[in-house]
């Protein structure tokens, strides 16, 4: 079985107020060419279809277009779901008239998770397609009123999914979620509350062959070399400068085996930072990448961006050696600030103490007890 795994295409996004809609544009003619030339039995988008529940009509109509594309010019299977940027009945409305046989567009939290079941020579493959959820609405769903942290909806969700798997299936789940050691970067939004315990462990997934996952932006594995984040296929910020964005074509043999090839996407403009005395920075080539120039001149220059921008028109950030450091700074402060984050703080104290970490029922006390005493602060 061949899967094309991508996320986070966050369609509609903006860099630095600089529409991003001809990049976007040139990431799904290359999606399709990929498809044409490896003929993947599925292709997986983990979330984050749009950057908001309300994306532009130009956003929503480009990828419209790339669906109908890729549903009357190939074979193609498509499994997606709705990430914590999508709206999750927009995601879910899309599957009204899809073919079940070859689709499974997954948006609101559903109790009884149905897996598309695909078939190679091998025997059935079953894909299970979680959507993102907030646990106040994954309580709903699954009439259960501990669930207090992404983890427990994740863990809801993947038991409604194992009831529905045929026996001897090799299993696929597609997830959107911050798996335990994942690299973050500066685009991605918090997917619990404030205080909450973000991260789910990837235990979480066993018995899965192949875990596709969207949140995080660059491309890696997290825990086991088959829990994998495909990444987004541009960089939405400049933490990112220099990183090769790609999308996974995973190989899946009969024993349930994975072999993961990344096929590297070509971007019409990237991201750089250029470092350097601003007479350098004149003399250098001309591009239409998206530029942060950071300046060690001595003295302020008199609006340095405007003649920076005849040589790199999508400059969009200048700053000087000096206040860089400044924010590192502050950084550092920030870092030390997150120390104190009170949940943070009990789960240290436990592992310190017990050597071990606190299991799910003491977590969703923690969690319910932070959140009690919130409550009673924003009342005082």
């Excluded at 109790?111 to 994954?138: C, K, N």
């Amino acid at each position: 079985m061949r899967m094309l795994h991508t996320a986070d295409l966050h369609l509609g996004r903006q860099f630095h107020g600089m529409s991003l809609e001809d990049d976007h544009a040139a990431i799904l003619d290359q999606i399709l060419q990929a498809i044409d030339k490896y003929r993947p039995d599925v292709f997986i988008i983990a979330g984050d279809i749009f950057d908001r529940a309300s994306p532009p009509a130009t956003a929503v109509r480009q990828f419209n277009a790339f669906l109908g594309r890729v549903a009357r010019e190939t074979e193609t299977a498509v499994v997606m779901i709705a990430g914590n940027h999508d709206s999750g009945d927009r995601i879910g409305a899309m599957s009204v008239l899809t073919d079940v046989r070859r689709a499974l567009i997954r948006g609101p939290l559903l109790a009884d998770e149905t897996p598309l079941i695909l078939h190679d020579a091998a025997g059935p493959v079953a894909i299970s397609a979680l959507p993102f959820g907030y646990e106040f609405a994954a309580r709903d769903c699954f009439g259960d009123e501990t669930i207090a942290m992404p983890e427990h909806v994740i863990r809801a969700q993947v038991t409604a999914a194992r009831r529905h798997l045929p026996e001897g299936a090799r299993w696929v789940v597609v997830a959107h979620a911050f798996v335990e050691g994942g690299s973050f970067s500066e685009g991605e939004r918090p997917l619990a509350r404030v205080g909450g315990i973000e991260t789910v462990r990837h235990d979480m997934f066993d018995g899965a062959h192949y875990v596709a996952l969207g949140h995080l932006h660059l491309p890696h594995s997290v825990g086991m070399p088959h829990i994998r984040y495909a990444g987004a296929p541009l960089a939405f910020g400049f933490d990112e400068a220099g990183s090769v964005k790609s999308m996974s074509l995973v190989d899946l043999d009969e024993q349930g085996r994975v072999a993961i090839t990344a096929l590297p996407f070509a971007p019409t403009r990237g991201v750089r930072i250029l470092r350097g005395k601003f007479a350098d920075l004149l003399h250098g080539e001309p591009s239409i990448d998206f530029i942060k120039a950071v300046l060690t001149d001595d003295v302020p220059l008199i609006d340095p961006m405007k003649r920076l921008r005849e040589l790199y028109p999508n400059a969009c950030q200048l700053t000087y050696t000096r206040d860089e450091r400044a924010l590192d700074i502050m950084s550092e402060i920030k870092v030390q600030a997150t120390l104190h984050d009170p949940a943070k703080v009990i789960r240290e104290f436990l592992m310190q103490v017990r050597s071990e970490d606190p299991v799910d029922a003491e977590l969703a006390l923690i969690g319910s007890a932070l959140s009690d005493l919130r409550s009673v602060e924003a009342e005082a």
